[in-house]
């Protein structure tokens, strides 16, 4: 359907956007996308493999013999590796250690772009990722990036009882070449650093309703 619209939300890692995501998802009728869910399957399927995840034809050859399918269910997309849902193992720190430099192989962000767009065929979305204002829907009116302070974001991390390299993540993701993380042209940029989420979520909307929707 053509009238299908994207509302990206991009920003660092444990800056609040898969919570905020999932609240404006609810509340305007959407289905939410996790991009970063698809970077972390191919990062754990090189764990499952045992492939070097820096030896980028090494990782584009184990894609070349995997099933990677993207679906949604209860409104959340999904991903299943040859049929398998990897599940939690997709916060290990195995994973956070790797997926971004899984993520900087062009040909891997090439293969899980196409996936991304497809998803308008279904319906409405609100996808997060760090490139999804940028690159995946450059044309979409609604774009947000959600930042907060590097000290905030550690403590909302460790809050949930998760280990996290996020500060190694944030620089390997905003210097790669291709698609780096950047604040989209665009789009308006939230500093969530002493907003619940509540606040954000309604900063959101406001936003939203700037950048010409009507909810
Ligand atoms: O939840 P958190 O912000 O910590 O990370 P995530 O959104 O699950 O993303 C995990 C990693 O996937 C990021 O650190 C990036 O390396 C990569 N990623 C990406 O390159 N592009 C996206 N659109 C989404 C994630
Ligand atoms: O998806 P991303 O990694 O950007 O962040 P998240 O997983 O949505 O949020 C990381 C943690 O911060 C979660 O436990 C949220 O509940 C919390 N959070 C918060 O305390 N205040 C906010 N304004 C946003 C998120």
Redesign the pocket.
Same mark, same amino acid.
């Given at each position: 359907d053509s009238s299908n619209f994207a509302v990206a939300i991009?920003?660092?890692?444990?800056?609040g956007?898969?919570t905020v995501a999932r609240r404006l998802a609810e509340r305007l009728g959407l289905i939410m996308i996790?991009?970063?869910?698809?970077?972390?399957a191919i990062a754990w399927a090189t764990i499952e493999n045992e492939v070097d995840a820096a030896d980028s034809a090494a990782v584009l050859a184990m894609l070349d013999k995997l099933e990677v399918t993207c679906g949604v269910k209860d409104g959340t997309s999904t991903i299943l590796i040859d049929g398998t849902d990897p599940g939690d193992a997709l916060r290990e720190d195995a994973v956070n250690s790797r997926?971004?430099t899984v993520?900087a192989i062009p040909e891997v962000?090439h293969l899980l772009v196409e996936k991304q767009r497809e998803y308008l065929k279904l319906g409405s979305l609100v996808m997060?990722? @760090? &490139?999804?204002g940028s690159v995946?829907f450059p044309d979409t009116p609604y774009k947000i990036y959600i930042d907060a302070s590097e000290e905030v974001r550690l403590a909302r991390?460790s809050a949930e009882g998760l280990t996290?390299v996020?500060s190694k @993540? &944030?620089e390997?993701?905003s210097k790669r070449k291709t698609?780096p993380l950047v604040v989209a042209e665009g789009a308006t940029v939230i500093d969530s650093s002493e907003m619940d989420i509540d606040e954000v979520v309604e900063a959101a909307l406001a936003t939203l309703r700037t950048q010409g929707m009507n909810d």
């Open positions: 991009d920003g660092p890692a444990a800056s956007k898969s996790n991009t970063g869910a698809m970077y972390r997926v971004s993520a962000r997060e990722g @760090r &490139d999804i995946v991390r996290d996020v @993540r &944030d390997e993701d698609s």
